[in-house]
């Protein structure tokens, strides 16, 4: 089966300015987790979809991230505006809904923001 | 204290040698996860395992669900193990959400 596809793999902004991820999943698999990996760190989860429904996003800064998941199937994330501190690794991961599935992980997306 | 710690954070073998990377974790999980990354990379996952002792390969991974530790083995490690190994659990109260270790950077050297 295709794995997680996302893009663009590396992103170089300059701070305020916006920004946008994207993520293919594997066909399949309703739940769709967007991380963040700060180097040295381990994931960060951002938000969780079930299908399009986002059913944690606790953890996400939504005064300036959004995300996304039209259909169910694609899912976006976006920041703006970009701060310093947002510089990492952003990674999709996806897995069959329940509590004991495998993620499949993405390559992820490096942001840097300068 | 983080729910759940590796130990060592860093670890320096010689090819062939045997390796174990810890994991201990503090809640009830429903399962815990062995990742591998390499340096620029995504996230590969090696096992998911609730109970026992899964293989795979040179790997190894079990769990003492009593005593909320597992550990991660590789036999014969080669320098293409090189790469970090992260611990995570999904725990029982969060559904699918997983929490994280910090992960252990291994090196193996020829």
């Known amino acids: 089966e295709a794995g997680v596809v996302q893009s663009p793999r590396y992103k170089i902004i300059e701070k305020k300015q916006p920004v946008a991820f994207w993520c293919n999943p594997i066909?399949?698999?309703?739940?769709l987790y967007w991380y963040r990996q700060n180097l040295g760190q381990g994931p960060e989860l951002l938000i969780r979809?079930?299908?399009?429904?986002?059913?944690?996003d606790s953890q996400l800064p939504k005064d300036r991230f959004s995300a996304e998941r039209l259909k169910g199937v694609d899912s976006t994330l976006k920041i703006q505006p970009a701060e310093l501190g947002d510089s990492a690794v952003y990674l999709c991961?996806?897995?069959?809904?329940?509590?004991?599935?495998?993620?499949?992980f993405g390559n992820g997306t490096r942001l840097t923001v300068t | 204290k983080n729910e759940v710690e590796q130990s060592p954070q860093n670890l320096t073998a010689q090819e062939g040698e045997f390796i174990t990377i810890n994991c201990s974790y503090s809640?009830?999980?429903?399962?815990l996860h062995w990742l591998q990354q390499h340096p620029g990379g995504g996230i590969v996952s090696l096992f998911m395992?609730?109970?026992g002792k899964k293989k795979h390969g040179r790997l190894i991974a079990t769990i003492n669900i009593q005593e909320k530790h597992s550990s991660l083995h590789i036999t014969a490690s080669h320098p293409r193990d090189s790469a970090v190994y992260i611990c995570?659990?999904?725990?029982?109260?969060?559904?699918?959400?997983?929490?994280f270790g910090e992960g252990t950077q291994l090196t193996v050297n020829p």
């Open positions: 991961a996806s897995s069959r809904t329940g509590k004991i599935s495998p993620l499949h």
């Open positions: 395992l609730s109970s």
């Open positions: 995570a659990v999904g725990q029982e109260t969060s559904g699918s959400r997983l929490t």
């Open positions: 809640v009830g999980i429903s399962a």
């Open positions: 979809y079930e299908n399009e429904e986002a059913v944690d």
């Open positions: 066909s399949g698999h309703n739940t």
